[in-house]
Every structure is written in structure tokens, then in C-alpha cells.
């Protein structure tokens, strides 16, 4: 009874941590994008299914938009699928086939922009915002560092009625007690 | 003065990201600028229905005169939508309408014109959806006018109203037909 007990324990902690990692591999499985391509679509040579697999999650479906034609499910993206392993078969390469359907459907149909005059502001404009944000924050500490300019020296007015209000030399007849009275608060 | 302008610019760059909101939103994404605007028409080969006269078989039948050329399907509800303008079209007699059904039997195709009338002239189908994408075609119905040589001069995407006909369509077909 006393040796069975923690065995038991052991076997129920082992027990349940498989069944953790079950679940956790199934949630895994879960997260990672699993393909919408079926079986009866494949090509029997795996090299060549690997390359269609691979032309083929950098197209997009034109009718879901953010969804390349591997991962959806429409209709359309099926018959873009099996259009690019009849592409593969016939003998074109990656890129013909990319370009087959570029000339069909425009850049849009790639998921990744090409790089070309067109889409320059695409590719340089993040990292132009990211340079005008630094030029700023560099020019503000810069002013930060050298000290502000400080508030503009007081006009004769304003200075007249400033000595007015803190009763500087020529004090109000109120003044003097108060400041007497806050003297003897304090000490 | 210029300090307290930069106050002013968390206001000037909320105003800026509205701006493309608003067209943004207004915008259907499903409407991309075609790559075959202006290109020769696509060859083709394709089975006309079987019993109806007279198929669109291949790129040859759409030459040498302006025409519509209307993609359909007997699944596609915008089409029925698009039907009877379709028919006022061809009634009107200014410009052929000829039709690709595709994804679709030709058995359903043709209880579909059975059911709803017939607007179009040639006809071709293609179960493959293979011609749809060498149209570049997203959906249905999509409409393309074509010229006397054979050249994509406009693609409609979504159906055709009276309003699209009498505003964009006509007059195109009208300058077509005159050059």
C-alpha cells in the first residue's frame, strides 16, 4: 500500500503529461496553415509536387484576397492549383508559371510585390517614415541638450507691475505684515 | 506661431488617414485594373452547347465585328440579375452579345436559358474554369468589349445595369464601331 501509492502518483503524472503533449501537438498542428491541397490534385513525382507547392503559396487567390491559392479552399484557387502543376508538367519553370499568371491577372496575383519602379514607394516608404521619425527625435533631443531658450525677458510694463505685485522695495501698505506673519510661522 | 502650428498636426495627420478611409472603403476591392485591357483577345477552343446553334468555339468567331462578350454560369445569381439587361441589349441590335458559360453543365446552362430566356448569340462553355483564367477573369458575370481586330477595349466586372449600358458601354461601342 505505501510503495503503491506514489507509483500510482507517478504513473497518473506521466499519464498526464503525455496527454499534455498530445494537445499540445495538436494545437500546433492547429496553428500551422495545413494546405487545401487534395490528394487528387497532386502530382505523383514529389519533386515536382514540391515545386507547385512552392509556386503556389506565393499566389494569391483572386477571389479571397489574402489568401495564397495553397491555403484556400475557393474553387478558383483549385483550378489556379491544378493550373500550375499542368504549367509544371508541360516543362515551364517556377518563374514561367508565376509569369503565365501575372499576364492574366497583373502583379496582384503575387503575393509578394515585384520590385520595380511601380511599387518603389512600397518598398522604400516604411523605412522613409522610419528615417523622417528619427531626423525628428534626433533634432529634438538635440534642442533638448543645448538647453531651451527660456521664456522672453519681461517687458518694462510687466516687469513695473511684477515689483507691484511682491511689493519689491516700494512695498504696499499690506505687504510687510503679511510677510512678518509668515516669517513667524516658519521659525 | 510655427510652435503652435505642430499642434495642429496630430489633427492634420488624423484628416490625411480619413481621407483614405473614406475612398478606401468606397472602393470595391474585387474591381482590379485587367492586364488584358488593350491586349489581343486570348485563342481559344471551347464545345459549343449540345442543340444550340450557333457556338462560340473559338478566338476567329469574335473577329471582325465590335462585340460583348459576357461570362455567365446557371450558379451565378448576379447573372440573373444582369439577364434582362443583357436581353435589351441584344434586342437594341447595336453590338452582338455572345456568352462563356463556365464552371458549369452544359445540361444546367441550357435549363437556365430555358427558364430565363436566351439573350445571347454564340455561345461556348467550358467546365474547366480553364478559360476563365485565360481571361483573368475573379468571378461572374464579367463582360468584355471587344473590337473589330479582336482587342480587349473594356472589361466590366459585376453585372451590367441600364445605367452602365447607356453611360459607359454604348458610347464606347458607338466610337468602336465608327473607327
Known amino acids: 500500500m505505501t510503495h503503491s501509492a506514489p507509483r500510482h502518483r507517478i504513473?497518473?503524472?506521466?499519464?498526464?503529461?503525455?496527454a499534455a503533449g498530445i494537445l499540445l501537438a495538436a494545437l500546433l498542428a492547429a496553428g500551422a496553415p495545413a494546405g487545401a491541397v487534395e490528394p487528387n490534385e497532386m502530382l505523383d513525382d514529389p519533386a515536382l509536387e514540391a515545386r507547385a507547392r512552392e509556386v503556389s503559396k506565393g499566389l494569391r487567390c483572386v477571389v479571397c484576397q489574402n489568401e495564397s491559392i495553397d491555403e484556400s479552399?475557393?474553387?478558383?484557387?483549385?483550378?489556379?492549383?491544378?493550373?500550375v502543376r499542368d504549367r509544371i508538367l508541360a516543362g515551364d519553370s517556377n518563374a514561367e508559371v508565376e509569369q503565365y499568371l501575372v499576364d492574366r491577372y497583373g502583379?496582384?496575383?503575387?503575393?509578394?510585390?515585384p520590385f520595380k519602379p511601380t511599387t518603389y514607394v512600397l518598398w522604400f516608404g516604411p523605412a522613409l517614415i522610419l528615417l523622417g521619425?528619427?531626423?525628428a527625435a534626433v533634432a529634438y533631443y538635440r534642442r533638448k541638450a543645448t538647453g531651451p531658450a527660456g521664456p522672453a525677458p519681461l517687458s518694462p510694463d510687466e516687469e513695473a507691475r511684477l515689483h507691484a505685485l511682491i511689493g519689491d522695495d516700494e512695498a504696499g501698505p499690506g505687504a510687510g505684515t503679511r510677510t512678518g506673519r509668515d516669517q513667524g510661522g516658519s521659525a | 506661431m510655427t510652435r503652435k502650428l505642430v499642434y495642429f498636426l496630430p489633427l492634420l495627420v488624423v484628416a490625411v488617414l480619413l481621407g483614405f478611409f473614406i475612398v478606401g472603403l468606397q472602393r470595391d476591392p474585387r474591381e482590379?485594373?485587367?492586364?488584358?485591357?488593350?491586349?489581343?483577345?486570348?485563342?481559344?477552343?471551347?464545345p459549343g452547347l449540345p442543340g444550340r446553334e450557333p457556338p462560340l468555339t473559338e478566338k476567329a468567331d469574335l473577329q471582325g465585328e465590335v462585340v460583348l462578350l459576357n461570362f455567365f454560369g446557371s450558379w451565378c445569381a448576379a447573372c440573373l440579375q444582369e439577364h434582362p439587361v443583357l436581353q435589351r441589349i441584344q434586342d437594341e441590335g447595336l453590338v452582338p452579345v455572345h456568352g462563356i458559360a463556365f464552371k458549369d453543365q452544359p445540361d444546367d446552362t441550357l435549363?437556365?436559358?430555358?427558364?430565363?430566356?436566351?439573350?445571347?448569340?454564340?455561345?461556348?462553355?467550358?467546365?474547366?474554369?480553364?478559360?476563365?483564367?485565360?481571361?483573368?477573369?475573379?468571378?461572374?458575370?464579367?463582360?468584355?468589349v471587344i473590337d473589330k481586330a479582336g482587342v480587349i477595349r473594356h472589361k466590366q466586372i459585376g453585372p451590367i445595369t441600364d445605367r452602365i449600358w447607356a453611360e459607359t458601354l454604348r458610347p464606347l461601342i458607338e466610337d468602336l464601331n465608327e473607327g
Open chain 1, 11 to 18: 504513473a497518473r503524472a506521466s499519464r498526464l503529461a503525455r
Open chain 1, 107 to 113: 502583379d496582384y496575383v503575387l503575393l509578394k510585390p
Open chain 1, 133 to 135: 521619425g528619427a531626423v
Open chain 2, 32 to 46: 482590379l485594373p485587367s492586364v488584358l485591357l488593350d491586349q489581343p483577345v486570348p485563342e481559344f477552343a471551347l
Open chain 2, 111 to 144: 435549363r437556365w436559358l430555358k427558364r430565363h430566356g436566351d439573350p445571347y448569340d454564340r455561345i461556348g462553355y467550358d467546365t474547366t474554369n480553364r478559360i476563365a483564367i485565360e481571361f483573368g477573369i475573379t468571378g461572374a458575370p464579367e463582360t468584355f
Open chain 1, 73 to 83: 479552399n475557393a474553387e478558383m484557387a483549385r483550378d489556379m492549383r491544378v493550373l
